[in-house]
């Protein structure tokens, strides 16, 4: 007897789910940047209460600037997928094509930045502590800069991408050493 083939044998298997990584330290400094605006809150209203001076309108004054100092302090969520990069912060999301990186600059000063520029003209800039924090999100970026650089898209950048990577490997090579108690 011949077997017949099953039509839903024959079926395409769905592609995976495209794999995202996303910043590991964004939660822990969200909580920080809560409790920086908290703390400043309840110490004013606190001091204000203690005085006997406070009213409706300085506790909404009071709220006003550590809602203000949350908004500074609060971290863009970095995200990743193949080809892309994007940063979600309180005022707005921005985005970056990876795999059409046109430079990537490195930002020296009192906080080290990361600038991306891709060919449709997008800029984003993060830290690069995220990075190094976060490696899946320095693979998706380094894969994506990799593909950049065949095309020739990528005209100036290796160098600090090289800093970058080299800044990882030192990172882990000095957490495999304190695990190891070769320290």
Known sequence: MERRNDPCAAAEVPPPAEEVAHDLLWARDLR???????????????????????TDLRALLWFTLAALLFLVLCPTRIAAGEGWLTARGPLGTRRVRTDRLVSVRCLDGVGQRLVLRDTLGARLEIDPR?????????????????????????????????????RIDRETALTVFKVSGLD
Do not use: K, N, Y
Not at 32 to 54: F, Y
Not at 150 to 165: D, F, K, Y
């Open 32 to 54: 920080s940047s809560l409790r920086c605006a908290g703390a400043l809150l309840a110490l004013l209203v606190l001091i204000d209460g203690a005085a006997g001076t406070l």
């Open 130 to 166: 995220v990075l190094v924090a976060s490696p899946a999100l320095w693979h998706r970026l380094d894969e994506d800069a990799r593909v950049s650089a065949l095309r020739g898209s990528l005209v100036c950048g290796e160098t600090a991408l090289r800093r970058v990577s080299e």
